[in-house]
């Protein structure tokens, strides 16, 4: 999890990104903000008390999820992590105190023990070195408070088409994909002991009016990414 990996993609990673999606239809705007939604339709599904006060980004890059955290969880508190410092000044340009913009060593987050109410990662995992989940995962467990939601998203290796997209992304090079059995597997090395996977992302834009299918078919483990939730 090296941050000049990240550094040198950081200038130009919203265009290779609108690039690499071109197939499906959509803009990058539309996979950040499905992503967040599904958080917080997830939250509302969970109804332990309300909505996150507090809500930490891991990766988030440029910070593509800030606009619509802000959207989605208008009163939360959001801080966003990332080794690359580069991409935290761009996010820092895009988003100008919209959330806290913190740098870690790729190791231990420099947050206390329950810092959060909530932690989402969005298509992270892939770009670091499977011997180090595990050990990430039981940080964001130690900042998650109490009966606190995790919820990670990545790239689902089963679905062809989003092998294909990945293997021609500049900026994923070096990732490695994991089926959605070895994320929870992880997690639950991690200390976390009720792991969940669900599907999304079945139909492109041109079959859009599909869509409202998927609600019913986040068990089948084809759609072209997953996200796997817990609680602490």
């Known amino acids: 999890m090296k941050q000049s990996e990240f550094d040198k993609f950081a200038h130009e990673y919203a265009e290779l990104h609108r690039a690499n999606i071109a197939a499906s239809g959509e803009d990058p705007e539309y996979f950040a903000e499905y992503k967040i939604r599904d958080l917080r339709d997830l939250c509302d599904e969970a109804g332990r008390g309300g909505l996150p006060g507090r809500i930490l980004d891991f990766g988030a890059g440029i910070g593509g999820s800030v606009a619509h955290v802000r959207r989605y969880f208008p009163a939360a508190q959001l801080t966003c992590v990332d080794v690359s410092v580069a991409s935290l000044r761009i996010a820092a340009q895009r988003f100008p105190g919209a959330a806290d913009l913190v740098a870690f060593d790729g190791s231990r987050l420099p947050f206390a023990d329950g ?30 408070r109490p009966r606190g939601l995790i919820m990670v998203f990545e790239h689902n290796p089963l679905n062809p088409l989003t092998v294909r997209a990945v293997r021609s992304c500049p900026f994923d090079e070096n990732a490695i994909l994991m089926r959605a059995a070895t994320l929870k597997g992880r997690l639950v090395e991690a200390g976390f002991t009720g792991a969940t996977a669900r599907y999304r992302l079945f139909f492109p834009r041109a079959l859009r009016l599909l869509r409202p299918l998927e609600q019913w078919m986040k068990w089948l483990p084809l759609g072209a990414q997953y996200y796997v939730f817990d609680t602490r």
């Open 115 to 144: 810092s959060f109410d909530c932690v989402f990662s969005a298509c992270v995992f892939h770009h670091i070195e499977p011997a180090l989940h595990v050990g990430l995962l039981a940080e964001l467990r130690r900042v998650l």
